[in-house]
């Protein structure tokens, strides 16, 4: 029965090696706050890493344990991700992680490819996007569109001191077009 249902990507692996694939890129993500792989990839990896980032906002010795059972490298990692990043999701109801599409990494494989973020983290593609356009919009004399103000709330709602970082991004964009 060809596209039935199933309860998650099997991702052409055992389940060991799945387990371990998908370890791997949650660790990278919680280290680099921003991964580049293939969507398939990326999207199973999104549901791991909110988990572990619900698990951080939970903050009891359970919570612990099972976060520490996901990633590699806890001891480099658990202060990471039980201190600032709890500390930037604690507000907001769900929603850690962002995936965006890109072109094929590469050319021999044409593989549909993904970059997974953690939105309002420092490495935020859509807030440094927004406030590019922004920048855009002031120099050219122009009034906003809709998708830029909606995406203007969106990457300010749950920030800390959302619209002051947001104005310095768009102060520092304008100056680097000039």
């Known amino acids: 029965m060809a596209g039935g249902l199933t309860k998650y990507r099997h991702l052409?692996?055992?389940s060991a090696h799945r387990q371990a694939l998908l370890r791997n890129l949650v660790t990278s993500l919680i280290k680099d706050e921003s991964i580049h792989?293939?969507?398939?990839?990326?999207k199973e990896a999104q549901r791991l890493a909110e988990k572990?980032?619900?698990f951080a906002k939970?903050?009891?010795?359970?919570?612990?344990?099972?976060a520490q059972g996901i990633l590699y490298t806890p001891h480099e990692l658990m202060p990471?991700?039980?201190g600032e990043i709890r500390e930037r999701y604690l507000n907001r109801p769900g929603g850690y992680t962002r995936v965006?599409?890109?072109?094929?990494?590469d050319s021999y494989d044409q593989a549909p490819s993904a970059i997974l973020e953690l939105v309002d983290g420092p490495k935020d593609m859509r807030f440094a996007m927004t406030a590019a356009a922004v920048a855009r919009d002031r120099k050219l004399?122009?009034?906003h569109t809709d998708l830029t103000v909606k995406n203007i709330s969106k990457v300010t709602r749950f920030r800390a001191e959302g619209r002051d970082a947001f104005e310095e991004m768009v102060e520092k964009v304008s100056k680097l077009d000039m």
Do not use: H, M, Y
Not at 37 to 42: E, H, N, R, S
Not at 100 to 105: A, C, I, S, V
């Open 141 to 143: 004399g122009k009034k």
């Open 100 to 105: 965006l599409r890109t072109e094929p990494k």
């Open 37 to 42: 792989t293939t969507w398939p990839k990326a």
């Open 58 to 66: 939970k903050d009891n010795e359970t919570s612990r344990r099972k």
């Open 52 to 54: 572990l980032i619900t």
């Open 12 to 14: 052409s692996r055992d």
């Open 80 to 82: 990471k991700l039980f």
